[in-house]
Structure formats: C-alpha cells, structure tokens
C-alpha cells in the first residue's frame, strides 16, 4: 500500500502528545478501566493487516515519556479495511461504558491526488467476551459503535505553523452482560492518528446525606435508568425514616428520601455524630443541636442524655429534660382564720418562693388538741368537711364546718408544687390553732314510740350526736299528716322524753324533736309517723317505721270511724281558718313555717319593701363596674361597707332614669319577694336604695356568674360528684320555696348563679306569683312570654303554675347541667317542642349522663302533675346518689370514652361530636316517632 509518511507530522504530534499528557485528573464518578496513556512500554494491540495498517508509533512528550499512539495514513489506495484491536478489557460490573477517543485526521484536500480514495472518518467496534484468550481478528464478531468523524482536520500549513488540531469523541455503549469486550478501530481510507483512547463507566461516589452513607454505585445500563439505593446511618445515629437515593446514569445522586437523626446525647456536626460537649445534652433522637443545660443543672460527661439538677432542685417525674430543676415552694403567707361557732374559714396569700413552678396548690391539714396542751393533737377524722376541698386547692381560701364546739383545732396549710413530694420540708407549711365557739346542737337521729294509745304516744329519742354544750331543753314538734304541717303544736322538755297526749284515734301524727343549748337551737329531726290506736289498749313499739293499724270491727264501729273522721276534718278546717285569721295569737303553732306574702297584695308598695327589705344608706355602696343590662337599668358590680361590718362584694341593680310608678314597683317588688327568703341556695339580699336616685337593689356577689354560661365555658370540667352536688343545691332551695308556698315559674340554667365556692343559689323572682293555702291551686300569667322548653305542658295550655309546674322545669335543669349548658331540644322550634312534649317524648339523656339521673328527670317530666315528684323527694334521692357514688357510673349513651378509645381525645371535638350524633337522632327519632317515650 502507498502511504503518506508520518515522519512531517511528527512534531505536531510531540506537541499533541504533550497538550494531552499534560493533566490526568478524572471526575470522581468516572472509573477508568483503560488509559492508553498511562501503559508502560508497547500498547501491543493486534493489527490486521499485521503490515500496512495501524502502526504503533512511540513519542516523547516535553517530560521525555513515551506516549505510544496508532496511526495510519493510507489515502493513496481505495478500498482501505485496516483493523486495530485493543486487549481484552474487563466491565468491572458495568453495564455501560464509555470510550473516549483523542485524535487527529488530515484533510483530504490538502493531499494532492487523493480526491477518490482519501476519507476523513473511521469506524468504531466492540465485541463481548468472557476471557481474553482471542487472539485474532474476526470482524464478524464485532458490532459497529458509531462512525467518527473530526470536528477539525489538520493541513500542511497546521504543520508549518504548528497549530493542534486535536478532535475528541465520547460515545457509549450497553448494556453489557459478559465478563469483559474487546474495542476495535476501522479504518477505510483516512490519514489519522489515535492519540489516547480511554475506556470507563460512571458511578454515584460514596456520599453523606441527611446523616445516611451512601456507598459507590455504578449506573444502570440504560441513559435514563434510575437505580435505588438504600443507605445506612452514620455511627450514633438511628433511622427516622428509611433513607434512600437514587444513583442517576450520569453518575449523579438525586431525589434523598429520608433521614437519619443523631442518637441522644449526640448532635450534627460536619456529616456526623458528635458528642455532646460537657455543660450540655441532648435528651433524644430528634435534628436540634444539644442544647446548654437548663438553670440549675449541669453535666460533666460528653454525650449527656439530661442534665443532674444541683443540690435542693428538683425535676417531676413528668417535667421534661428541657425544663430547669425547680424546688418546692415556701410556706404560704398571711394565714388569717375566722372562727364562726363551728365553723372556720382560712384565708392566705401565696408564698413569696414558688420554687420556679407554676402549679402551686394548697393542702389543709386538721388536727384537734387537747386543752391547754397543744402539743397533744390528733387528726380530726372525716366528720369535718372542707370546702371546697381539702387538698389539691387552687383557691387561698377555705371553708371548715362540722367542727365541735369548744374545741382546739391547728390547722396547717401546705403550699405544694411538683416536686414537694421529692423534699418534703415543715418549711412548706404554716398553722394556726383558733378554739371554736358555742354552737347548737346536731340534729337527733332517732324517734322511738315507746307506747301508744288512742289518745297518746309516748316518745323517747336519743342525746345527739354532736350536743356541743349541755342540752338545756328539747323542744317536739308534731301535726297531723293530713296537715302536711301547715298547722303543728310545740311541746318543751328537759328530758329526753314525753307523752303527747290529746291526740285524735286512727289518726296518723308526724313528730320532729330538735334539741336546745346555750347557744340556741339545733336543726329538727327528720320526720317519724305513728299512728294511735282505736282500741283502748296500748301498742308498743320503736317507731323507726310508718306504723298504721287497721282493726274489722262492726258496722257500728265503721260508723263511729266515719263520725270521728268527719270531725277530723272540720277540727282541721277551723284549724287553719283560725290559724290565718288570728295569727297573733297562734304564732307558737306557725313557729319555723314561714309563709310567702305576695307583694302586689298591698295598697301601698312601699309597705313591702319597708317590712321585707333592709333600706341601706347610697353612701356605703361603691359601684366599680358595669357587668350587665337587664330589664329595669344596668346589673354592677361594686363592695358594701356597712358601719361595723366588714367590706363585702356584692351585685347592684339600678332602676334606669325616667321610670314610670308602675316600672319601680314592678322593680322594688322583686327586692320585697327576695327579702322573704333565708337559705343557703337562694341568693341573698343585702338591702334597698330607695331614698335618693338611682334606686338600686344591692345582692351577694357571685362571682361565676350565670350556670349556664358557668357550664359552657368549663365543659367536661368536672366530676358526676361535682354536678349532682350543683343540682342538689338547687333541688334544696327549691324545696324551701315550695315549703313556703311559692312558685318561681321560671326555673332555668340562666337564672342560677354560683359563686366562687361552686355553690348554686336559685335567682330572678321577677316573673314569680304566689300560690293560695290550696295546694292544687294554680294561676295564670300576668301577661309576657312563657320560656316554652323549661315550663311543664299543663302551664303553657292553661297557664297554670304550681310547684309540680316547677319540678318540671327542675327536671330541664337537670339536662341543663349534665350537658353542660346545652340548649334544650337544640334548634327545634317552639311549636315543634310543644308538640313533641304533648306527644309524649322527652329529652334523651346527655353524653355521661348516668341512668339514674336521666331516670330522675322523666320522674319530673311525668304529664301528669300529681306523678311528679316533691322536691324533699327530689333532695332525698340526690342525697342517697351522693353518698352511693357507684350508683352514678351506669351511663345509657355515647360518651367520651367512646371517642377516646378510637383516637378522637380533645374535649372540645369530642363534645362537638357528641352533641351533633345527639341532635341528629333526635330529628331522626322525631321522624320515625321513636324518640324517648315516657
């Protein structure tokens, strides 16, 4: 073959050679599995033909290395098929490489008579194999890669002026299965020198992300293939997620999916773990920094989990690590008491040192001590009672009653936090030992009827149990049952019994016996019945129970009975006639059964508020804020300091300017309606303004305001215990309106106010009327509105009121309560409640409400009046709830726990829920007549 001599060229080439020899340095996700360059003496890759194609020429570069290159230049003959084949390469795993070829080429129009057989491109092959044992050439095994074409060729005038004109080519192939591949170069007519040929494959390189290594990982063998790779954390770190990259096929890491997080102890610090340094810590596996330890805390070890308080601080058990070491507090301040006969209040201010907490309560321990030596003190036992609780107090005031008389009590009051129990120190503490004053007896237990006879019944009972003094007299009330004491005898003695004599045959007597001591009288019994025999001889007997004796005897018996019957009846009649005409001279037989005087019965109005209402001077009232309107002037709040009396809170009404005659006797007359009443669970008047302008009616102050806003906003608060108690508060005073003959006829949550003590007092007498001696009497409305969901059916259709009208809105109450202040019947309108109510269904009950309360109430939405319970009943049954706790755990619907075992734990959505499941199944029920049937 005629060639074209390289030995011109050479130069150039040794100026090539130097430019590519002159840096070596390969991006870290390229792995090179063959360099030309870098061999060591021959390349030694077979050429076919073995004589005149590809020649291996050897150069020096500037550094005087040998750079072996192939070069061939056969442009003179057509039809060229020079082949160069490399050695055997192996894949190392890859499934695509790729190979890199520097050359030169000249151009075939610089080279005189070579226009038919000169070409400026070459082919590229490769061909699969598991070992390197071929040892020639056979072209049929080899699959074409690409052709190669220059970019730029290089002329006889390049040579001259020794311009390099090196062309580079990257191409790829894959993907590859076997061990290893052969390249191989075609050459077909052109005058070309391979200056370097390198072969790699890429890789993802070891890396560090989000705390989790990532090994090298070779590429997939495709372009566009994504291969995932699973990390692993670094030392001292533990898996939040499972953390993952994928290697892309250009050797790039992409899309890190999750982390890593350093151990406890351990923060980030350059891609790694690293210790705690002393003085700070890290309590768990989170991505903060570790943070310096809180005040009065320290640590002295590396890698610290939590810091050790210092000496006298403190950690609860649910503080968290974060949180600085706090000590218990020191003792409350100001300790005050006041002695009341058998009662204490104590009242405090709050430590100086809180000890760095907030949850600050109060404990009260009671001892009783001996006289004269106080160093000899007991517990007090569980006769006393604290209000409103004994320990865990957040208020500073606390109420003791049931204390004996004339006795030594030290009282200590704890200030606790949550550490106390971690130091408990007497320094947490402060007394004050008060003795307590005379008081009346406690009320006797037990009546016996030692013998009784048709005219008589002789009486024994019991000292009590608390006498609190000598007991100078015991003082027996008795009447007729029929009588429901409206008319009653008194009968004194100092003994602890007595006959009653006078007393008519077959004729059933209740009897109450109260005892007296210096300091006044105790509180009645409770009733005990007997009933006198109609035979002549006696019947002995405890009494303990109702006891009526019935005897057959002839006809002439049965008509003396009917005779003595009818003279019963008339005896009472004139009883009680001459019981209201000649009041004065009977007062000792209305003695403790006061009756209601209805206001609007006077000529002249200012009469009743002169003789029920106290008239206090404007000068010792104080008005400090406005916190309401109502129907009259504005509700304040303010202080009243009356001369020789302590400052207290109390609430004003005021009469708005320019009233009519008619507005300030309908305002004064619910000051004359209140002034009648004197009863724990009926609010309090203080006095009347009536003598200079605004006139106002001054009341205690209670300071939770309405129940039904109370409730609302402290929904879920409080315990069954809690809110039986509530209702039976108001059960009370609502018993002893009805005692006195008076109906409230707007009994509702909203008309209940509490005070800071949880107590319940029944309020707002402006809608209220009287009831005549008739029990069955009922009245209408003076005109306004009826609150149609509180007031029983008998009262809206007739406009009748009494107080079995008022146990039907008590029985609203109750559902008020135990829901928490929810509207009755929800968003139904009040010709849809009407009709329901005539239908017979009524309210189910609310969520927790247990069986027996929610019994209670249909007992109190009994259609007919005479079913409904009285409201002693009412008391008694929520006394006997009160004490049987057990009694209150049955519930008959959804509740609380329900949402709660299911994920659902925050009140407010659990309420929210509740309340919509609740006012759905009544629509529902309401559609499908199926709601709660009495």
């Known amino acids: 073959m005629a060639g074209v001599p390289f030995c011109a060229l050479l130069p150039l080439l040794v100026g090539v050679c130097g430019a590519v020899t002159g840096s070596r340095v390969y991006p870290a996700n390229e792995v090179t599995l063959l360099d030309s360059r870098s061999v060591q003496g021959e390349l030694g890759w077979i050429a076919s033909p073995l004589e005149g194609g590809w020649e291996e020429v050897s150069i020096m570069d500037e550094k005087n290395t040998p750079i072996r290159t192939y070069q061939v230049c056969n442009v003179m003959e057509p039809s060229q098929n020079n082949w160069l084949r490399t050695d055997w390469i192996p894949r190392e795993g890859a499934q695509r490489v790729y190979i890199e070829i520097k050359f030169t080429l000249r151009d075939c129009n610089s080279l005189p008579g070579v226009m038919g057989t000169c070409k ?111 990390g692993s954390c670094v030392n001292n770190s533990e898996e939040k997620d499972v953390p993952k990259m994928y290697c892309g096929a250009d050797g790039e890491w992409l899309v890190p999916i999750g982390n890593c997080l350093c151990n406890a102890g351990y923060e980030e610090r350059n891609g790694e773990c690293q210790a705690c340094k002393i003085g700070y810590y890290k309590a768990l596996s989170t991505d903060v920094a570790c943070a310096k330890c809180p005040p009065h805390s320290y640590s002295i070890w590396e890698g610290s989990t939590s810091c050790t308080c210092d000496r006298g601080f403190f950690r609860a058990e649910n503080d968290a690590a ?23 209040n104590l009242e405090w201010s709050p430590p100086q040192n ?104 002789a009486l024994a009972w019991l000292e009590p149990d608390r006498p609190n003094g000598v007991i100078l007299e015991y003082e027996v009330k008795y009447y007729e049952k029929d009588q429901n004491e409206r008319s009653y005898r008194i009968v004194k003695t100092a003994s602890r019994n007595t006959d009653i004599k006078g007393l008519n045959p077959l004729t059933s007597y209740v009897f109450h016996v109260r005892a007296r001591t210096a ?10 019945e007997f009933t006198t025999n109609t035979v002549p001889s006696p019947i002995i007997g405890d ?64 009469q009743a508020v002169r003789e029920f209402a106290k ?38 009404k005021t009469l708005k300017a320019g009233y009519t005659d008619k507005q300030r006797r309908d305002f004064l007359s619910e000051a004359s309606i209140m002034g009648q009443f004197d009863h724990p669970n009926i609010i309090h008047l203080e006095g009347v303004v009536t003598k200079c302008k605004p006139v106002m009616i001054i009341t205690e102050y209670m300071e939770n305001g309405s129940l039904d806003a109370f409730l609302r906003k402290n929904d879920g608060r409080f315990t069954v215990i809690q809110l039986v108690g509530m209702l039976r508060g108001i059960g009370s005073g609502m018993k002893y309106l009805s005692d006195m003959s008076y109906v409230h006829r707007d009994l509702a949550a909203r008309n209940i106010l509490v005070n800071s003590n949880l107590v319940c007092k029944v309020s707002d007498f402006g809608m209220s ?166």
């Open 615 to 652: 008239e206090i001077d404007a000068s010792c009232i104080k008005i400090e804020k406005v916190i309401g309107v109502g129907e009259f002037g504005e509700v304040c709040s303010g202080r009243l300091k009356v001369p020789g009396k302590r400052e207290i809170c109390v609430a004003i």
């Open 519 to 528: 300091a006044g009288y105790g509180d009645f019994s409770g009733p005990f």
């Open 322 to 344: 974060s949180m600085p070491c706090t000590r218990p507090p020191s003792a409350p301040q100001n300790l005050i008491s006041n002695v009341n006969e058998t009662s204490v």
């Open 354 to 457: 809180r000890g760095g907490r907030e949850d600050i309560s109060y404990n009260v321990v009671c001892k009783r001590c001996g006289a004269g030596d106080l160093s000899r003190c007991r517990s007090c036992g569980s006769g006393v009672h604290f209000s409103p609780q004994q320990n865990g107090l957040k208020t500073t005031k606390v109420s003791i009653t049931d204390l004996l008389a004339h006795t030594n009590y030290t009282f200590e009051v704890w200030a606790v936090n949550g550490v106390s129990k971690q130091n408990p120190s007497q320094d947490q503490a402060v007394s004050v030992t008060v003795t307590t004053n005379q008081a009346a007896p406690s009320p006797i237990a037990l009546i016996q009827a030692k013998e009784i006879t048709r005219h008589s019944v």
């Open 543 to 606: 009494g303990t129970n109702p006891t009526v004796l019935l005897v057959s005897v002839a006809g002439s018996v049965v008509l003396v009975v009917i005779l003595i019957a009818a003279f019963v009846i008339s005896r009472r009649r004139s009883k009680y006639s001459k019981a209201k005409q000649e009041a004065d001279e009977e007062k000792h037989l209305n003695q403790g059964v006061r009756t209601y005087v209805d206001p609007f019965t006077y000529e002249d109005p200012n």
């Open 769 to 934: 009327r009287v009831l005549e001696d008739d029990p069955e009497a009922a009245y209408t409305t003076r005109g306004g509105k009826i609150p149609i969901r509180w007031t029983a059916p008998e009262a809206i259709a007739y406009r009748k009121f009494t107080s079995a009208s008022d146990v039907w809105s008590y029985g609203i109450v109750m559902w008020e309560v135990m829901s928490y202040g929810e509207r009755p019947y929800w968003d139904m309108s009040n010709q849809d409640v009407i009709k329901a109510i005539e239908e017979g269904y009524r309210l189910p009950p609310p969520m927790d409400c247990p069986i027996a309360l929610h019994q209670l109430m249909l007992d109190c939405w009994q259609k007919e009046r005479s079913d409904r319970p009285k409201f002693g009943q009412i008391v008694n049954m929520l006394d006997k709830l009160i004490r049987n706790p057990n009694s209150l755990k049955r519930t008959g619907s959804e509740s609380s726990s329900d949402l709660a075992r299911i994920g659902i734990t925050a009140i407010v959505h659990q309420n929210k829920i509740l309340s919509n499941v609740q006012a759905m199944r009544t629509q529902m029920q309401q559609m499908h007549g199926r709601m709660v049937p009495v």
């Open 120 to 230: 400026e491109t070459f082919n590229l092959y490769y061909y699969e194999s598991n070992n390197d044992k071929e040892r020639f050439i056979r072209e049929s095994q080899f699959a074409k890669i690409d052709t190669i074409a220059a970019d730029e060729s290089f002329t006889q005038v390049d040579i001259g002026d020794r311009i390099m004109k090196l062309n580079t080519e990257i191409r790829d192939v894959g993907p590859l299965s076997k061990k290893g591949f052969y390249l191989a170069f075609q050459d077909v007519g052109a005058c070309i020198a391979l200056v370097s040929v390198r072969v790699f494959y890429k890789k993802c390189p070891l890396t560090v992300r989000n705390l989790a290594q990532f090994p090298d990982t070779i590429t997939g063998a495709d372009t566009s293939s994504l291969v995932e790779v699973r």
